[in-house]
């Protein structure tokens, strides 16, 4: 059974990137740790234009404070079966002053991890994108191979 026929996938817009992410609370922290790209799991806010979350010290706060970060948060429609994903590219910064720690902590954004998290990040976007597809069913993956018995471990 061939398809031939490719999914479309929509473009969205910065208007729609921030209201996506508003949606949801979870998602990605990609940095660059000691060289080399890391990927943390993270819980965030949106706070006007820019994307909020907590830390403590250690990995995570070094590499993301002081240096270009990417977001990345996605979710899917159950009903629709439409699917989106959006990216934040841009700087990392820990929030500093009384003033403005004070405002960052009415957001009421609460790490799901015990410990101490004190340190609020603000992710400063350079760019936003966005994208809605259609979720491919699951038969469309089916190959050859997909049937084929495996060798047993070693």
């Not at 909020?52 to 970060?69: C, I, M, N, P, S």
């Not at 050859?144 to 070693?154: H, I, N, T, Y």
Request: hydrophobic share 45%; glycine share 10%.
């Amino acid at each position: 059974m061939s398809n031939d026929v490719t999914p479309e996938v929509e473009n969205l817009d910065n208007h729609e990137c921030w209201a996506l992410l508003r949606t949801v609370s979870v998602g990605r922290l990609a940095v660059l740790a000691e060289g080399r790209p890391d990927i943390f799991p993270i819980n965030y806010t949106v706070d006007g234009g820019t994307v909020v979350f907590r830390t403590g010290q250690g990995t995570k706060l070094a590499a993301a404070t002081g240096d270009y970060v990417a977001v990345e948060a996605d979710g899917v429609d159950a009903s629709t079966g439409l699917a989106w994903s959006v990216v934040v590219k841009g700087s990392a910064a820990a929030v500093t002053g009384t003033e403005q720690i004070l405002d960052t902590a009415a957001l009421y954004l609460f790490p799901w991890q015990a410990g101490k998290k004190d340190v609020f990040v603000r992710v400063t976007p350079d760019s936003i994108t966005g994208r809605r597809f259609k979720v491919t069913a699951p038969m469309t993956w089916w190959t050859q191979l997909s049937g084929a018995v495996k060798a047993a471990p070693e």
